[in-house]
């Protein structure tokens, strides 16, 4: 076999460089594609500083089993 041969046989992107570059196209795609827009609030004022927390009965079972 000569080295023009050797050549030939060997493929031109292994399997791992497929994925590798693929991964990185899928990146720069995703990248292009989202909105460089700041997010809006969903919530207001009041409803960011109302408690949230409450012990109902799963909460009770669940401290209960745990041994808090």
């Known amino acids: 076999m000569t080295t ?3 050549k030939l046989d ?7 460089s497929f994925f590798r ?8 795609a995703a990248a292009a ?3 460089m827009e700041e997010a809006a609030a ?5 409803e960011r500083t109302k408690a949230r927390y409450k012990e109902t009965e799963h909460v009770k079972a669940y ?4 041994r808090y």
């Open 63 to 66: 401290y209960r089993v745990n």
């Open 21 to 28: 570059a693929s991964g990185g196209v899928a990146v720069s």
């Open 4 to 6: 023009s041969d050797q």
């Open 33 to 35: 594609v989202l909105p």
């Open 10 to 16: 060997k493929p031109l992107m292994d399997r791992r």
């Open 42 to 46: 969903a919530e207001s004022q009041d």
